[in-house]
């Protein structure tokens, strides 16, 4: 799949409070959430995101809480793709699980500036900053988690098994 | 190649007889757990793939963040998982009157043994490693699945080893001991690994301590905390918990990422000033900052011994004129238990308040929302942006025992200076 979008950055340990605050989970309407996404960190990021735009984070990026609500904001409000140094490991399960793409390139990440225009081939990991022509690649997913993806989650790859 | 607690535990429940770090595993899973913030969303996930539940009898839903329902929508979401509950025939579904807290609730009433293997749709789902269990935190996609397969997938973590030593002085205790250790290595200092706690200095710490350690390794970004089985582990499980435990211990030749000593001794009251765990200070860093509001409680620190420790401070003293002081017994059988032992006069007389058992202020749900600039030392495990209401209200995590004397002075304190 290819996702082409403006770039959204932060820093580190973008934790899932402010991704979207606890005071919205009374609901789990992805619409809802996406509504809100970012609100605590970004009054903006609603207002502006636009279809297929990209998230860049440094480390530890969907710090804290478990909650699902947080990948399914973003990936309703629009975003094609989180790019980070380092995803924490609950997000980084509840991101693929849900199919939101997310790669780990720290070059990228250091690279790759807020409004620039950044291209991805997620096949190859291939993820070009189309405003500098700079170039990267991120580490490709372990095959076991390229079969969820493929799959289209975990709920339809387990369909898929049986 | 020698294994680590944890690694022993996802071996046997993969029926391997060994597992390296890095190795992806499918095994079976002792217990499922939701609340009521992610069930409604698991089982949106489990309707669409038309699933069924494969053991009702594993599966716990807790109905204990937004509960006593704050609104109309999070009673719709309660509402939505009892009816779910109900179809399915769960065996363990705490509506209001029998939920307490979580991570409280589930060791209070026998549903972890030791050696079991443990996943809940909340991030605290980690605290079961006081028991000698595997258990952690997953989100509601997992649980799904777990519902319908009684397995989860998982990649066997490497480890870090506290090597703990001595006792904790006065007034310092399990929360002080963790807290110190996220800020020696940060929020994503454990990230993806087991955070194994060993050492002669074990044997001291509570069994609530126990849980409040290995409750808030998820903050050092683990995937989960985890001690050693003895003979405290042993008599609270024979209080608890009908399953026999199942005891495993570390190999000698165990691989450890790193080892860490942590000497008890040594430790002090600890706070994490916002808007991170690991911005930790000890006293002599400490100001007279105004405070608002003190929340104890949580599946960190609501358990008996905490409440005692409380009482202990506020026997006999006032809360601070300019603090909102509230107290939330994690559980029924502790808020009884707090009741008959008569503490609830002790924090009523100095001008607290006791709330039914609710995550609530925690996650900034209800029960204490904090308004713009507003700071609250809390016993609670999180101080992000906006974590218990307005974006420039501030957290401050602490101890019971600093959280009370906080509350007395109106400042960040620890009982020695009341």
Not at chain 2, 180 to 202: C, K, P, Q
Not at chain 2, 390 to 412: D, K, M
């Amino acid at each position: 799949m290819f996702v082409k979008g403006h770039v959204f950055k932060y820093g580190s340990d973008v934790d899932t409070d402010v991704i979207i605050p606890a005071r919205y989970l009374n609901t789990s309407s992805a619409e809802e959430l996406a509504s809100h996404c970012m609100e605590d960190i970004d009054k903006d990021f609603v207002k502006n995101v636009q279809k297929g735009d990209i998230l860049v984070a440094e480390d530890n990026f969907g710090c804290g809480s478990s909650r699902e609500h947080a990948p399914l904001a973003i990936k309703t409000s629009g975003i094609s793709l989180v790019i980070a140094n380092s995803f924490a490991r609950i997000f980084y399960r509840n991101a693929i699980n849900i199919g939101l793409p997310i790669l780990e390139c720290p070059k990228a990440v250091e690279a790759i500036q807020k409004g620039d225009v950044v291209s991805c081939e997620l096949s190859t990991g291939i993820i070009k900053n189309e405003t500098t022509g700079e170039q990267f690649r991120a580490e490709p997913f372990p095959p076991f988690i390229q079969t969820i993806i493929d799959a289209g989650g975990l709920i339809k790859s387990l369909s898929h098994k049986e | 190649m020698g294994m680590t607690i944890s690694q022993k535990i996802l071996a046997a429940h993969a029926h391997l007889t060994s597992v390296k770090a890095g190795q992806l595993i499918n095994a079976d899973l002792d217990l499922v757990l939701a609340n009521d913030i992610t069930a409604p969303v698991a089982i949106n996930e489990f309707e669409k793939a038309g699933g069924c539940v494969r053991c009702n009898d594993k599966i716990a839903l807790v109905m204990d963040h937004f509960a006593p329902n704050k609104d109309i929508k999070a009673a719709e979401q309660v509402k939505k998982t009892r009816e779910f509950a109900r179809a399915q025939h769960i065996s363990h579904f705490y509506d209001v009157g029998r939920m307490g807290i979580e991570h409280a609730l589930l060791p209070e009433q026998g549903l972890v043994g030791a050696g079991d293997l443990v996943i809940g749709a909340d991030s605290h789902t980690c605290t079961y490693g006081a028991l000698g269990a595997f258990s952690t935190g997953v989100g509601s996609t997992d649980m799904a699945a777990g519902m319908m397969t009684q397995q989860c997938w998982f990649k066997v973590p490497s480890a870090i080893r506290f090597v703990l030593k001595g006792t904790l002085p006065r007034y310092v205790t399990g929360k002080d001991l963790i807290l110190h250790i996220i800020g020696l290595i940060g929020v994503d200092g454990a990230l993806y690994r087991s955070m194994e706690f060993t050492g002669e200095g074990v044997s001291a710490l509570s069994m609530d301590d126990r849980f409040t350690v290995c409750n808030m390794a998820i903050e050092a970004g683990a995937k989960n905390g985890i001690f050693p089985v003895d003979d405290k582990t042993l008599a609270y499980l024979k209080e608890h918990c009908q399953k026999p435990p199942v005891v495993y211990e570390a190999d000698e030749d165990a691989i450890y990422e790193k080892t860490i000593e942590i000497d008890l001794s040594t430790l002090k009251p600890t706070v994490s000033f916002p808007h991170l765990p690991e911005n930790t200070k000890t006293p002599e860093e400490w100001d007279d900052r105004e405070i608002h509001q003190v929340v104890i409680g949580s599946c960190t620190n609501g358990r008996i011994s905490d409440l005692r420790q409380v009482a202990e401070v506020l026997k006999g003293r006032k809360i601070h004129e300019n603090v909102r002081c509230i107290v939330i017994p994690a559980t029924q059988k502790i808020y009884l238990q707090a009741m008959h032992e008569g503490l609830f006069d002790t924090f009523i007389e100095a001008g607290a308040i006791v709330s039914t058992p609710t995550c609530g202020p925690c996650l900034g749900g209800h029960m204490g929302i904090l308004a713009a600039g507003e700071r609250a030392v809390s016993t609670t495990n999180r101080n992000f942006v906006g974590r218990m209401g307005h974006v420039t209200s501030e957290v401050y995590l602490a101890s019971p025992y600093v959280a009370a004397a906080s509350a007395v002075l109106g400042r960040i304190a620890t009982p020695d200076q009341l």
